[in-house]
Each structure stands twice: as C-alpha cells, then as structure tokens.
C-alpha cells in the first residue's frame, strides 16, 4: 500500500475533479429533496429515532466535504489498477447518493429509497477498501459516510414500514 505522493503535473484540476462532482451530487439531491419535504415528507409517519430536519444539512455538508477531500488524496496518487477501481468505486457510490433523493422524495417512495441504499452502502463500504489499498487517510475519511449510509438505511426501512 502506498501513501498519497502528490503530482506535479495537475494539482488544480485534481482538485477540480475532486470537487466538481461531489457538489454536482449535492445539487441534484437538493433539487429532489427540499421541493419534497413539506408537505410530502413531513406527513410520513416518522420512526423515534428520526433526527430533527435540521440535522441534515450539517452532516451532509460534512460528509461531502470529507468525500471531496478522500477522492482529491487518491487522484494524487500514483496510477495503479487499485486506484481506477477505487475511482470507479467512488463515483458509482456518489452516483447512488444522487439518485436517493430522487427514488425516495422526488418518487415519494420509501421502497424505491430502501432499494437504493443498500447498494449504495455496499458501493461505500467497496469503496472504503479500495480507497485503504492507495491511501489510508482517505478510506478513514469514508467511514463517517459509511456509518452515515448504515444508519439512512435502517431510518429509511422504518420510514417504509410505517407509512
């Protein structure tokens, strides 16, 4: 395993890459979730352990703030078959969290949202391991978003459940 050795050749476009998407992914999320929550979402019943509305954007703007500065450190890193893979990774997982807003509160379906987010955690947890074999800082930096997913799952299997 390898630690990240920065490259000379592009610094600002890794940067670049490393930010654009992740924001990308936010936006789209946004566009599905803020015109859906009232009144659709605020009329589910909601489970004991639902956190306040007002949790959600702190911990997703961390969580993307994280993610952006894992990928940044593995597209720093050395070209290697681990590193495409760890890419590929990242970017089906990203891909997955964009369209869980769309499946759960633009569809206004729990179901589609369960579907959804058990791949998408795996797709994290995959991405995790791969992202160990380049840079060890940056799979750890994943794992806020790994438990984040874990936790959105059991929260969205209630949300189904009960409504």
Known sequence: MTETIAHPRRPLADLAWAIAPVVLASALGQLASFPNLAPWYASLVK????PPNWIFGPVWTTLYVLMAL???????????PNRRMALTLFFAQLALNAAWSWMFFAA????????????????????????????????????PLACWVAFAAVLNAALWRLN
Do not use: C
Request: proline share 8%.
């Open 70 to 80: 894992a990928v940044w450190r593995i597209l720093r890193a050395p070209e290697s």
């Open 108 to 143: 206004h379906s729990p179901l589609l949202g369960l579907i959804n987010v058990i791949p998408q955690w795996l797709a994290v947890v995959a991405t995790i391991h791969f992202f160990r074999k380049v840079d060890r800082t940056a799979a750890y930096l994943m794992v």
């Open 47 to 50: 489970p004991s352990f639902n």
